[in-house]
């Protein structure tokens, strides 16, 4: 994945027939792409401010959880943090997140797989999608991200379920971890432009 590279959201013709705009707002191409794959590079990274933050792992409630990836948005810089081959990401979180205010939806998840990784007690949030649609929408029956993108993007995204079920099928060659950091990035610039939905959705209902 290289730096730059704009991933396809949507399909432009079928919204035009459908009467649909996507919404203009954050693109994946506005963002510097950087495939973080060791500690030396780590350590070059710091958060403060809004930092939008989706992690990728098995959520196991049993035993510790076991973590691939860390996507991160700080500013225009996205990161994608391979856990597999950085020894200090541990200490390094515990150490820069305490200056960040974390956006995303549903966070609650990646929450719990960090602190189990990193012993962090608390960390600080500044907005939640998934918590927004449900103070606008208490009785809705689903506020999975995708649902959300269509309805209020209208872009698609893939349901994370089926697309964590999809890399069982990846080729054996195929570069590791792109396709979860592709993924993230579009899940944090999805979730970035339903936060500003969201916010004067709140803001115009009291």
């Known amino acids: 994945m290289k730096a730059g590279d704009k991933l396809s959201v949507s399909n432009a013709d079928e919204d ?10 954050l693109n994946t191409a506005d963002f510097t792409v950087n495939y973080i794959g060791d500690s030396a590079e ?8 809004q930092v939008g933050l989706k992690v990728f792992g098995d959520n196991n409630h049993r035993s510790l959880p076991e973590i691939e ?24 979180f515990r150490r820069e997140s305490g200056g960040a205010e974390f956006f995303g939806h549903d966070l609650k998840d990646s929450y719990y797989m960090l ?14 999608t998934a918590i927004a649609q449900y103070v606008l929408d208490p009785a ?4 999975s991200l995708a649902g959300l993108s269509n309805e209020y993007l209208h872009e698609s995204i893939e349901e994370e379920k089926d697309f964590l079920a999809s890399q069982g099928q990846i080729d054996m060659f195929a570069e590791p971890g792109k ?10 610039v999805t979730a970035g432009n339903l936060m500003e939905l969201q916010k004067n959705r709140i803001e115009a209902e009291g």
Request: hydrophobic share 35%.
């Open 69 to 92: 990836g860390v996507a991160l948005i700080c500013e225009k810089e996205y990161y994608y943090i391979d856990i597999r081959n950085v020894e200090n990401f541990a200490d390094w």
């Open 42 to 49: 780590l350590n070059k990274i710091r958060l403060s401010g």
């Open 140 to 143: 809705r029956s689903s506020y």
């Open 115 to 128: 602190m189990c990784l990193t012993g962090c007690d608390s960390l600080n949030t500044h907005f939640d």
């Open 16 to 25: 035009a027939d459908e009467g649909r705009k996507p919404v203009q707002g």
């Open 179 to 188: 396709a979860l950091s592709e993924y993230g990035l579009l899940c944090l």
